[in-house]
């Protein structure tokens, strides 16, 4: 064999052996119980090797392993010609007497499985579910463990219809799914969809679902359904925090299966893996964690304690424990790659399978993503594999969560910005005028050291300098005091009686309210202002809970649970994620420029809350109907990117500036990598200095601007460049190996080698760093500058505008845009138009709206029913309408009333299918038909089904509560039995002529 074969051999006995198999040659084979792994010459290939893998002393599985070069499906494919002939050869020794079911095939670095099983009865008999094509192989981190091959077999004899995991997912059951309470629909079908992809053998299948929207019940609901219908060996749950992980584990453990007296956990144990002592057994059937924990157990470091310090790096974005860019990961005894049957990745927009990937690719597991939100990354790594999706919208119509309004504060800082003067003139007590220099606090963001310094010249700043280079003290005062000014008067208005004028119910307790702020520093001063406006309250009416804060989980617990705490500041910690259902106010004093954060920070507040348990922390709240966001940055009002979150993806501990220019000051070439980030901090940098500053650098530098230096680093990095630097170095040494070009080999033009070339570019292009101490030190100058935030405690803010953005001027924006939106696709309005003359079915007419409808997606402009009906409410077209809960007729007539089929004054839905009746009753009675009391009060019953649905139907008789409540189909057809028309013939009729 050649050597490349040789060292792919030693490769595969290495893993062989880590993963507990003892290999031996035939000679060494004894009668010994233990797991072996017998390595022969290929039968016909010298250039290959088979192991034979047995286990309790039956044959069971091969591998094949061939060169380095070879390519691991070829090698799988040959694994699958030689199983019948190597069980013939063996037949005492063959498992069940058939075909070797467990088949590798590796090149020593790459490892594929194929399961026969999947695809076949024990007997060896083809499934009559298999997928075409027989069984599919699949990429593997390492070879299974002796256990789970004799798993595989104990579950095989148990089952051998279906003896595989995913010979099991094609035959889950059609059962109900809970009796005991009732799924939301939406929850149901993400059910079904991802247990159809199961089904089909979809590795990786991505579940969207609206915030609040009982995500995590769904996965508990799921999960019972794998362990116990496809007998799933261990599930993982993967959250963003710990808390997270508690909110998670709860819902695990509140679940009781139907049909069973005991707790989901109590069937299959349930480990949350938080702190440093948290171990696995071989029990736990549901393992919940962050990605850094398990990743600390995958490499053998110590778990972090709860509330520890540091354990920051263990959640969310954290990369504690890395030393590079991604983990490296190797086998672990403890974590082997067939641990876990199935991952589930919550809030999976994050970066979890950016920088973590690694970790979630070594296990052999199906992955299900859960989100609110998904971007495009998240569809990638889920291949595309939506397999059901629920939007805020339909969740707010399905009354799964509440809708919300958006209170606008607006001041005239948050506007125009502010100048601060470098004098002030005041008034002495003998009227003389004298000039005050300007002193002001700077604080450090990190450190929090408070600096006075004199302001040497008026310095103007923008709004978009606010909580960046400028905190105004004057603007946070203002806008907080306006939000109390104006909550009980304008957010939460007193509710009034229409008929008589008189409060009927007015709130005076601060609705549980969470401010999104810009900053730690911006989120202290925020709750300072609170608990100066709100006077007499102690701290625990305003906390901060942000990671900086002392024990952040105990705050959030705290201020979902007690009554005292109303308002809470926070930057990123409850923008995702944790459920705290009795919120009613979210203020946002920090913009967001991405549609998916946004959302996500939106969903706090979407939660619904049984009025009982809101009363427990709101004591004069009746009930969550509505969540207000006040905007006081138009957040809700610019345009959206569809882009990924706060996501800190890519290097584990990204280098300080200060630590990359004194490796320049030591004279220590730097990485490529380290080049890349020192040009991406200068860049960044730079983007927010001033002209003096940079005319400073510009002057270290010996004349050259920051831009051109950056350009020198980031040219220096270009993987194309690089490449063709390898290329022509290749082709130099080529060359000067013949005897007409001896004289061309030169230090300079024709290096020893491409890196060499590729060190030498970079060593230029970092010249000037490591050649010029003033360069280094006006550039950390300006970047410590940038640390300090100026507090301007003397500009006075004014000019409030405070208003509720869903009033006239929102709604008639909405009816604006929607009227140009008719007008760009008029073909197909008009193509809907003729649906409503020409009384097609209302599943066609569906079929329309949802065309048109459709062609409009998020982040842009969202219209959907509800907002749709809602601004014409609000704008006045929808007279006397009710502004939330609009379904389908109530769209129908808005649809109608733009394409001009009801004339030109509005008409509800409800008047439309009223006149239909009517006229049909007319046509009746000319007919000389004539209807019974009952069946008049029937037809009655008819008409609001069909008002409140838009059609009507055998099934809707027994379906509709007022129906049903008379006797629903079977008293209807009693009534109507013997008429001129059968009583189903009579619905078809009603259902068109009243309908769509």
């Not at 010298?46 to 069971?60: E, F, W």
């Not at 540091?310 to 790659?337: K, M, N």
Request: charged share 30%.
């Amino acid at each position: 064999m050649n050597v490349a074969g040789t060292q792919a051999d030693d490769r595969a006995d290495r893993a062989l052996c880590e993963a507990g198999w003892r290999v031996c040659a035939p000679h060494e084979r004894d009668l010994r119980p233990d797991a072996k792994a017998v390595r022969i010459i290929h039968p016909h290939d010298p250039g290959l090797h088979v192991y034979l893998l047995y286990v309790d002393q039956d044959l069971s599985g091969l591998v094949v392993a061939g060169a380095d070069t070879a390519d691991p499906r070829d090698l799988i494919a040959e694994a699958d010609r030689l199983a019948a002939p190597l069980a013939e050869k063996h037949p005492k020794r063959a498992w069940q007497g058939r075909s070797l079911p467990f088949r590798y095939g590796t090149n020593g670095h790459v490892w594929r499985f194929r399961n026969a099983l999947d695809a076949e009865r024990l007997d060896g008999t083809p499934a009559p579910d298999a997928p075409e094509g027989g069984a599919r192989s699949r990429y593997v981190f390492a070879p299974a463990r002796p256990a789970a091959v004799a798993r595989w077999k104990r579950d095989a004899a148990r089952n051998p219809e279906a003896p595989t995991l995913r010979a099991r997912l094609r035959r889950l059951p059609t059962v109900l799914l809970d009796p005991q309470r009732q799924l939301y629909e939406a929850q149901r079908r993400s059910i079904e969809g991802l247990e159809n992809s199961l089904a089909a053998d979809q590795p990786r299948a991505l579940i969207q679902m609206a915030t609040g929207s009982g995500k995590t019940y769904t996965v508990v609901q799921a999960s019972h359904r794998l362990l116990e219908h496809a007998n799933a060996h261990r599930v993982l749950f993967l959250v963003d925090r710990n808390n997270l992980g508690d909110q998670a584990r709860d819902e695990y453990r509140d679940f009781v299966p139907a049909g069973s007296k005991k707790a989901l956990h109590e069937e299959f144990p349930l480990k949350h893996l938080s702190g440093g002592k948290s171990g696995l057994a071989d029990s736990d059937k549901i393992v919940i964690t962050t990605i850094q924990r398990l990743w600390c157990k995958l490499s053998g470091q110590p778990l972090p304690e709860p509330g520890s310090e540091g354990e920051e790096g263990f959640e969310a974005d954290g990369t504690a424990g890395l030393t590079a860019g991604r983990p490296e990961v190797l086998y672990s005894a403890e974590l082997p790659p067939d641990y876990f049957d199935f991952i589930v990745i919550d809030e999976c927009h994050r970066s979890i399978y950016g920088t973590w990937r690694p970790v979630l690719e070594y296990f052999d597991a199906h992955i299900v993503g859960l989100t609110a939100t998904p971007i495009g990354p998240t569809f990638a790594f889920f291949n595309e594999n939506l397999v059901s999706t629920y939007s805020f919208e339909e969740a707010v119509a399905d009354e799964v969560n509440v809708d919300y309004d958006v209170y606008k504060i607006s001041t005239r800082i948050s506007r125009e910005g502010s100048l601060i003067r470098a004098t002030t003139s005041t008034v002495a007590p003998d009227g003389a005028i004298e000039q005050l220099n300007t002193v002001l606090a700077h604080v450090d963001r990190v450190t929090r050291t408070q600096h006075w310094r004199q302001q040497e010249e008026d310095e103007a700043y923008a709004p978009s300098d606010l909580n960046t280079r400028v905190e105004s003290t004057g603007q946070i005062r203002t806008i907080i005091k306006t939000f109390k000014d104006n909550l009980f008067t304008e957010i939460f208005p007193p509710q009034v009686d229409l008929g008589t004028g008189e409060v009927v119910h007015e709130r005076k307790v601060v609705p549980k309210t969470l401010i999104f702020a810009a900053s730690d520093r911006h989120a202290d001063a925020i709750v300072d202002e609170v608990l100066r406006a709100w006077d007499g309250v102690g701290d625990g009416f305003c906390k901060k809970i942000t990671s900086a804060a002392s024990r952040p989980n105990k705050a959030i617990r705290d201020f979902r649970n007690k009554p005292e705490i109303r308002i809470a500041v926070t930057v990123d910690m409850i923008a995702t994620g944790t459920d705290i259902p009795a919120l009613e106010c979210l203020v946002f004093m920090r913009d967001i420029r991405t549609w998916s954060y946004f959302e996500q920070m939106k969903g706090r507040g979407a939660r619904i809350i049984k009025p009982e348990v809101l009363k427990q922390v709101t004591e004069d709240a009746l009930c969550k109907d509505r969540f207000v966001i006040v905007d006081t940055v138009g957040v809700t009002e610019h345009a959206m990117v569809d882009a990924r979150p706060l996501v800190r993806d890519g290097m584990a501990e990204t280098p300080s500036l200060e630590r990359l220019l004194k490796e320049c000051e030591d004279g220590r070439p730097l990485s490529a990598d380290d080049v890349a980030t020192l040009a991406g901090r200068l860049s960044r940098l730079g983007r927010r200095l001033d002209d003096e500053q940079l005319a400073r650098i510009e002057g270290s530098a010996g004349g050259r601007k920051l831009t051109e230096l950056v350009t020198g680093l980031v040219l220096a990095t270009d993987p194309d460049r690089l490449t063709g630097e390898r290329v022509r170095a290749a082709v130099g040494d080529a060359v000067s190996g013949l005897p007409q070009a001896d004289d061309l080999g030169n230090a300079e033009s024709d290096p020893e080698s491409a890196e060499d070339a590729i060190d030498a570019m970079l060593i230029e292009a970092m010249r000037p760093f490591m050649e010029r101490d003033a360069l280094r030190e006006a550039l950390l100058e300006a970047a410590r500058e940038r640390r300090w935030i100026k507090i301007d405690h003397l500009s006075r803010d004014g000019g409030v505008i405070a208003e509720g953005v869903t009033d006239v001027m929102r709604a008639e924006r909405t009816v604006t845009d929607w009227r140009k939106y008719m007008e760009d696709q008029r073909e197909r309005f008009t193509d809907l138009r003729i649906a409503f003359e020409e009384r097609w079915p209302l599943s066609e007419v569906r079929e329309r709206i949802d065309e048109v409808l459709g062609l409009v997606s998020p982040p842009q402009q969202r219209w959907t029913r509800q907002r749709l009906w809602k601004a014409y409410v609000d704008f006045g077209i929808a007279r006397n309408g009710r502004r939330r809960g609009a379904g389908l007729p109530e769209l129908l007539s808005v649809l109608r009333f733009e394409l001009g089929l009801d004339g030109d004054e509005f008409r509800p839905y409800r008047d439309t299918v009223e006149l239909r009746f009517q006229e049909w009753l007319a046509r009746q009675e000319t007919a000389g038909a004539t209807f019974t009391e009952d069946q008049q009060e029937w037809l009655r019953r008819i008409v609001g089904v069909v008002a409140t649905s838009a059609t009507v139907s055998l099934d809707a008789l027994d379906q509709h509560a007022v129906c049903r409540a008379e006797g629903g189909w079977s008293k209807f057809r009693e009534v109507f039995e013997g008429g001129p028309r059968t009583p189903d013939e009579l619905i078809d009729e009603l259902d068109r002529e009243l309908g769509a």
